[in-house]
Structures are given as C-alpha cells and as structure tokens.
C-alpha cells in the first residue's frame, strides 16, 4: 500500500490550498479515506474523512472551510482547504485502514502566515 500526499505549500491566512493523496496498493472505492494532522508540538489529529459511499466528516474547527472528496477512477483523495488560518498550519496526512493495518502518506506540510 502507498499513499502519496502532495499540493502542500505556504499560503497567506484567507488564502486556499488543495491537498491530494494518490493511493496504490488497495482497492480504493472500497476505501474509507482520512486526513489527519500534526502542528508543532501537538497530537496528531482526525481532519476530515470520506466513506466508500461518499458520506463525510471533518471536525467543529475547519467545517464550511474544509472539504474532503475522493476521485474512484484516478484512486486520488483530495481536502480543498479555503480561508485558511494560522492555526491550520501543520503537516497533513492521508491515512486508510486497509486489511486491519493502517497505512499513512508522508505528509505534506502546510504554512499559513498572518
């Protein structure tokens, strides 16, 4: 299994960015697909995720900004982050649970700046 996040970057604070995770290795439309993440000095956590169907979920903190969608024929996870805050900055994450393991991309940090 591999997953390949990318689309990271340094942004201003109101500004957008659009993360993608490319997956291999799985059956991706079977897939639930997450995206965490870590700031400095803090727990990684849960962002966003997407069910095989389609439903959605993502925390208090980044909903009407954040949106989670998946594309099953290219086998790629997306997060469109927009009005960007400094507080969203972190290392993100694509993240699956596939055969009872879980597996993680290799982060791609996002920097907003005030």
């Known amino acids: 299994v591999q997953l390949q996040a990318s689309g990271g970057g340094l942004v201003q604070a109101g500004g957008s960015l659009r993360l993608s995770c490319a997956a291999s290795g799985i059956v991706f439309r079977l897939a639930s697909m997450h995206w965490y993440r870590q700031a400095p000095g803090k727990q990684r956590e849960l962002v966003a995720s997407i069910t095989s169907d389609g439903s959605t979920n993502s925390i208090n903190s980044v909903k009407g900004r954040f949106t989670i969608s998946r594309d099953n024929v290219r086998r790629r996870l997306y997060l469109q982050m927009d009005s960007l805050k400094p507080e969203d900055t972190a290392v993100y994450y694509c993240?699956?649970?596939?055969?009872?393991?879980?597996?993680w991309g290799q982060g791609t940090l996002v920097t907003v700046s005030s």
């Open positions: 993240q699956t649970r596939w055969y009872d393991r879980d597996h």
